[in-house]
């Protein structure tokens, strides 16, 4: 298992980093729109889809994003982005922890199946291709690394001090502590990269610890869906690795939210 994870951690890293730095607008856009696509067939085991529908909602979340995203500097003023990359967020601070507390199941129906994956995962591509156009490549994974930098901080800090559970019946392995690392972990972070920029230094903490309390309820959000379908990950698609969803359940949360703050970062 372990090497099966190397080989497709060597293969799918260089394969994101290239897309990143060398597509052209409607490449990463079409990118964008095949990565959510995976993420909303995937959706679609979630809410228990057969096959034929699971193809639609795919087809369906991949379209949407190629259709509302010019993939030009422009993108950002797109009369339909602010209202979409809002109500994603309005989602992952408001719905998704009462969500969480009240342990809503997934289901075959519109409103509360289909319909929340086709907003986080085109909000979500959006994001994507907003954050690329306006602010860089190198600013997006910077924004990403914050997923990855909270998660990677919060693992260690947990098994080195981990006793209070954060939600035992959702994912056991998670603690209060484990997110008291994160947030040292991304205070740090938030630090280090302030060292190399002229953005705000309170801007760029406040952002990140935002961000990381997000991501935190994005991964305990798939981690419930999970577990009420019954399964271990969203798919196989990435050998050793689960499926897109497994990959991304934080940085779902992250980008729409990122996009909305960028211009507020940006502004001295």
């Known amino acids: ?10 293969i799918l890293i260089p394969v994101v980093l290239a897309a990143l730095f060398l597509l052209g607008a ?3 856009a079409a990118f964008a729109a095949i990565v959510t696509a995976l993420g909303a067939w995937e959706w679609g085991a979630l809410c228990g889809y057969r096959m034929p529908a699971r193809v639609a909602l795919g087809v369906l979340v991949g379209a949407l994003v190629m259709a509302l995203s ?7 003023h797109a009369p339909w982005l602010w209202p979409t ?4 967020s309005v989602f992952w601070f408001v719905i998704a922890p009462l969500w969480l507390r009240k342990r809503w199941t997934l289901r075959s129906t519109l409103a509360n199946g289909a319909l929340p994956g086709v907003l986080l995962l085109v909000a979500a ?32 800090s947990g098994k080195a001090f981990g006793k209070h559970k954060l939600a035992p019946a959702i994912s056991p392995g998670k603690t209060w ?13 938030a630090l280090v990269l302030g060292a190399f920029t002229t953005l705000p230094l309170w801007k760029l903490v406040f952002a990140a610890w935002a961000l990381t309390a997000v991501s935190i309820v994005g ?24 499926g897109v969803l497994d990959r991304v359940d934080s ?3 992250i980008l729409p939210i990122a996009a909305l703050l960028w211009p507020w970062l940006i502004q001295h």
Request: charged share 10%; proline share 5%.
């Open 1 to 10: 298992m372990l090497l099966t994870r190397v080989i497709t951690a060597l």
């Open 26 to 28: 409607p490449g990463w």
């Open 70 to 76: 010019p993939g030009q500097t422009f993108v950002f």
């Open 85 to 88: 990359l809002a109500a994603a």
């Open 125 to 156: 591509g959006l994001a994507l291709i907003t954050l690329r156009a306006e602010a860089g490549p190198l600013p997006l994974l910077l924004v990403m690394a914050i997923a990855w930098v909270a998660d990677t901080a919060a693992y260690f």
């Open 177 to 189: 502590e484990g997110v008291a690392g994160a947030l040292v972990g991304i205070t740090i972070y």
């Open 219 to 242: 991964d305990l959000m798939e981690s419930l869906f999970k577990r009420q379908a019954g399964i271990k990950d969203s798919s196989q698609l990435l050998p050793g690795h689960g």
């Open 251 to 253: 940085l779902l949360a």
